[in-house]
């Protein structure tokens, strides 16, 4: 991939006819789209009888995209295999928990598991990546599509068995298996590997968390798995960077997934009123793959659909807004789905840029104002890169897959990291959301909520931090459970954990109900959720509890650990309150953490921070569209225009940005 | 048939000894009876054993009734077949999306299509033809009973092979049908018939539009085929006129199903505050069999109810209303389900005129009512007929499908239509729903609301009417669909339809939440549902877009065609001011197409225009309970007591009803 | 049993090693338990393959708690076969009405009617019954554990095969099962019994009534006889008494199931806004096995729980109510599940004494309020004996099948019966729940509500007690089916019943939104449910309808029969006034019938009379947090600290409670 920013659409040459291509083209070229993403529904014209495999369609489609200055993505067909993969082999398919076997008529209806799709997957691929992987419009590869979003586990035979293996390979003896998962409960003690069933529907009450979560976690790896198959297969004849458009709504461990690709590249459809879980992507995408920028492969340029679906159409100049936003917060690359809308299929509703009949559709203009945007923006954003924040979030979707196997009042990682993440939002705190295994050099506030299995190395790791001066967060809802998602039974949430934080958990409970509200910082707040009581040891309590059952006992503590401090936080304070301590306590450890990347921002606006050579960038950019503004802290330029921006309040029209300009030397 | 208005009643005399039959029938002669529904779910009576035919004690019923001087309508007993066949026979039943197979214990629970179960209704119901068919007492048949009310499509072996049938003979080659469904996308190109699977729930995301839509055409070619097949055995034996109790509810295309039956019939369990369904019924099944009377096969006494239904009471007063609707706007039969309470089986609940201990039900008052008023209207009646409307509305069951595929925001048919005929019921617009394969002749305002595809034989009978002086408004949600339920490429509505109407369709898109609102008529409200925005060609603009991403652009429509005009309605209007909108817009097409036949009725009153020879009734109703009126255009006669009636305002007490006669000499 | 009050746990010596028994059993004795509860998930531990069987580690455990003076209850783990029975025999285990055939991962997944299943739990029950049956420690036996709390009824095909059966000796040939379920209607007549389906969902609309009542009655008896086989096996090795944990949300028979045990005990986690659940089982169980005292078997200390749950805590004080109330109302024990937080399976969250790191919980001072209170209760308690009360309502859960058949409008037994018994407490009323079965001596008032099918015998029983001076109140929905849950074809609640209440049901519909208010006794209120409407023969009207369209007719009635009334009430009057109407009848037939066992206590407090030799007391408890008082009508003492207590009113503060003592000679 060259120096761009690109602009980008899927397109789906196997649709139309030549004539169609020509006028797409044109049209592309007009509208200011560099890059096109295709293939990944394509197998049956790739391969329309088995092994009759025919590349030269798209052979054609890349070059003359090539010949028009219009990159290429390629992407691999796996995700819908062609009718003679599927007619007649039930095995070869999904199986769904409650028994249901899928068939053909959608998409990720096979096992992705089963030896014959693997080796179809393997044939086909690696003839793609020798056909396509040396074409000079090919820039990069995307493996598979949306890994996983339709389906989660597989219960086929095959996915029994190699279930019974991974048991065999974690755990080694069926005894060990029994101890760590306590299967002595219920009389579920299993005598071989084989015995252990799938977490179906199949049962009178639920399966045990051990074996919910492991399912998953295997799960998981597998399709990480098939994806390094294929990146494997792909590099032995193809140079170019690799990545999958995934989701955290996705049944995948993203940082497993991520691991042996390229770059990171997502699809996003959230609504404007959801616009915070858009902006979220984009903190957390650029530290799946931090070396590199990262893609939005997929974002409607209006509104979603499919035949039963209730898109809502994105208001005039919010899609300008969200294009700057990921440019900003390190975006290569923001591209839609789709260039000409699809005539047949079940997706016919869905916005796209042409109409099936060939005209520029509702959301045409907003496209055409991203590209004025990221013209613009392009030369100001590849000279600087996006500063790493001080604050840093963990995220982790093995945490998602602890709270799907036990939700208590139907909790949702997904919402639950988002509220959170939303208060440094408003706070104007710039922040990463950071994965389980990253390295956590350069936060000075670090925090780790809703993660109920904390690793020995995640806390090693953070007390490391900690120990030069940073400030950790834990909880709520962190550390209450091990490895195997059992309970620790030498202290609530591990020993090492308390004894480190200086506290004892005195118990735990679910607060909401129960009358609880705690004071902190000045603040009083019902406490909510599942929480973890404190008497402090070698902490010191901070936030009490002053109703309810614990009155007296503390929620929040701090202790001193070399040059910083572990914070421990055992319940969510709720409601607006809630949110007001929450910021409160952050803001507070922010301080004394010494963050200092932060800016006064009105809620609703963003502030994306760069750094070029000898300055840095603020790109602003409002998001409500009911315009925002922030405090220039000095006298700066605009980095577009080159026009002075006096120090004090600087504010922008709905939706609108601007990139400021400051000189280092003059930030002191 | 004779020369009779009919009141009826549903009777199982398999179910009760010969004493009751006597108790019954000396009851219904008291009660005013005339005639009694019989036989449709005796197939266990009529044949106990396979090939143990005896109908011996329906002879002596038919005969019994006939010689107390009521009629009988025999049913076939196709819609429960008993144990024998079903029994041990998984194969012969009807299976479900979800892969349950139905087993013995309810009704309609054999697949109507496999050979077996075919073979043995062909000989069941020619048994029952030849020995009942010609009995004097037997007026007329009846064909099984609520095709499809609680199943939809099967999805057993035999239908598949069917629907592969279908489909060869529909497309002829696999690549005609790769072709018109656009199966490329998602690789889901077929290679032979047999490998295209129904529509079942075992797919990871949606079926395309196409083959989902195909599905339901097919198991509604093939119901209608079975009842066809029975028509054509009992024609074999008996004069007699037959009939199919169906409804708009049903899995059927009524216009398919009733093409080859005598008249037409229904059920309706509309409860009252529901009851502009009940009234849409009456101007709907008039217009399926235009040459004959309609039959209201069923209804409630007072209430309905199954073990888990919730069944609500007619008010007082609302039976005889609803009695005197169903005469006044062309019914010749107004028919009870049931005479007598069934004491086992899950009906039980049901309201009866009788109860199970053959006492009169709660009911009982307001069936005496409905006789007084049916012996009084009946020579009225008799001598007039309903007049033809100038107002028709397209209904078409196979909309219904289209919907059912691709219910955007969960939108639905029956709700959508009902909602639009309920504005003409309040201007007091005499209508005709108007099947899509019937005649125009006679309308002068035309509406095709809500059917997604528009063939081209309705397009140029609409057309010609519009010629010859009618107005045809198109829309809203029409045209933008082919036949193959995929998106046209020409045009958004089709480049036929968008020639004729003069107007370029610029996009579509869902408009709920977007803000748009527009203004026609002088009346402004918001729009709503899947749109069409319009640029003029050679059309004149009339209603335009005034907020939201649309502005300025035209969702209504006119050009001039020969001496009428195709008006063109892109959206719906929605909420209270677009209810008026919508009003305002029939109501100005109404005056420019000429309509006459409107009066000012007070809402909840309805008004059933007849003629007579030399004469015109209008029989005005009180539906509501609220009372009514009526402005009375000049002196005329009460045709029930022969009073004089002064030109002006008549009114009606609750539930009441007046028939009013006016010459036509004094008309001018 | 010894003559104690119990305070016990549910412990699990399987899960836990030698070391944490012994912290157990030191802390037990320090928090008062008395009695522990276990094995009822132990097979696998104690035959961990096939016939490889051994007691020692809970020999080892049982004698440990005796040699601590702690008794034993010990219970049959049939409810948790182990995976050597489930695995790959998929004909063993239970199956849901939508086939869906159970695994392995949960409890209660085994087909109980099973033969292997059947050999295996006879064989381990006798095996544990001889080798720990005679043990010094254990006191009592429970079997199985909540049979029938997550599954109802099995669709097996060994469970089909039974049902043919068990139908067969019900009915003998199959015309008179015909006859008797009225198969006719819909031609569903069977011609043997093995065609008889079991009421699965796989049919298009609902199974017959007399099928699915019959289904349900017939798997209640099966698993009441599989509890009698291992009775029977205990009796042979243990002399010790013999229960099982049960709860009417079961779906069982529990007056059949507890008809061959010796002593009554269940499990309820009935939440504090639902106390009044809480108090009704203590009100029924009593009367269960009306000799003995009844076990709580299981009740949270805190809070309920598991994966997916949403446990709301306890307030601070209402466990130790909740313990008095039970006691006073007869309890021999108070036991909580469970004593030690489970670290796996799927109920780690549920709330338990100590947590799974060995420290008291949130719920721990609460316990120890519970034995403060036992202790101080138990000399008093057990040298008294609840009071039989005056006032008797009738509880079956043949009744609770006949409403799961037929629910109407989602009518659920439990709500209306627990909603009636709300109206006693609320009155003060002493009150006993009265399986259909028992000795009616000693009621003087006698309410059957809610009773569809009424039983010949029950009705003679109830008469003869009205011979004899007391009152009857019949219904609402009772006697409105026969015991083949068919319609009564003689009268609407059968000839019988009408004649001896002389009255003649007019007829019987639904009064809900039918505008329907009745007026008796001085009160107004509508009228709700499935009604029946009285005409009064020899009876006298008590209850009248004054609007809706039985204007003028009854809805209660009373008649003289020999020195009591039978009163009739067709219809349950709603609302807040319908409360009132409800109260306003029983306290004016209690009256009238000479009841005497009521006190004027606030509404939330409750007192429970119990017996002396000479003397009564009354246990004032405060259940709803927010105090309340009593009329105390002389001058007695407090029974436990001996202190005067003048008449008048005597206040409890929250959650608290008085033992008042009232010597008999006094009273007069």
Redesign the interface.
Known sequence: MGRKLYHGVSW?P??WGREIWEQDIAMMKKTGINVVRMGE?????FE??EDKIDFSLYIEAVNLLHAHDIDTVMCT?TA?????IS?GHPERM?Q?P????????????ACTNHPYFRERSAKIVEAQAQALGRLPGVIAWQIDNEFKS??AECFCGTCRGLWHTWLEQRYGTIGRLNVA???????????TF??I?Q??????????????TMHQLFSMELIAEFSEMQADLIRKHSPQPITHNSSVAFHLDNERLFGKLDFAAYDTYASFPNRNAYLINCDLWRNVKKDRGFWVMETSP??G?????????H??GYLKAEAVAAYALGAEAFCYWLWR?????????H?AIL????????GYRNVLEVEDARRILEPVLLDTRPLQAEVGVTYSDRAKVFLR?????NLQHRSLITHYYEQLLDLGLHRDLVPEGADLDGYRLYATPFLPYLSRELTDKAVAAVEKGAVWIVGPLTGGRTQ?H???????LGRYLEELAGVET??????????TTGTALGITAPLSL?SA?FRPVSAKAIGLIDQG??QGEAFLTERPVGRGKIVMLGSLPAGEEGESMLRRILLHYAGQAGVTLRTDVSPGTIVAPREGVGYRLWVAVNMDGQGGSVTVPQDCRDALTGEAIAAGRLFLPPFGYRVIRMELAAES
Chains 1, 2, 3 share one sequence.
Request: with cysteine; proline share 13%; hydrophobic share 25%.
């Open positions: 789906y196997e649709l529904f394509a197998w049956s014209v329309p009888e067909p819908t295999p062609p009718v003679w007619h999904h769904e409650d028994g249901r076997v899928m068939g053909h008529g959608s998409r990720q209806h339709h389906v998962w306590g299967t002595a409960v219920w009389s579920q003690t299993y005598q084989e015995q069933p977490p179906s529907t199949a049962v009178p009450f639920f399966h045990s968390s051990s074996l919910t209006g509104h659909g499919s035949l039963r679906g209730q898109p809502q159409l208001p005039d809308q699809q005539r047949s299929g079940c997706e016919q509703p916005g109409s099936a009949w060939g005209k520029p559709s509702i196997t036990e939700p208590h009042r195997e059992t309970i620790p039974t030498d202290a609530a005195l118990y735990t409970y679910p607060m909401d109900g129960s009358g599942w009581v059952p614990s």
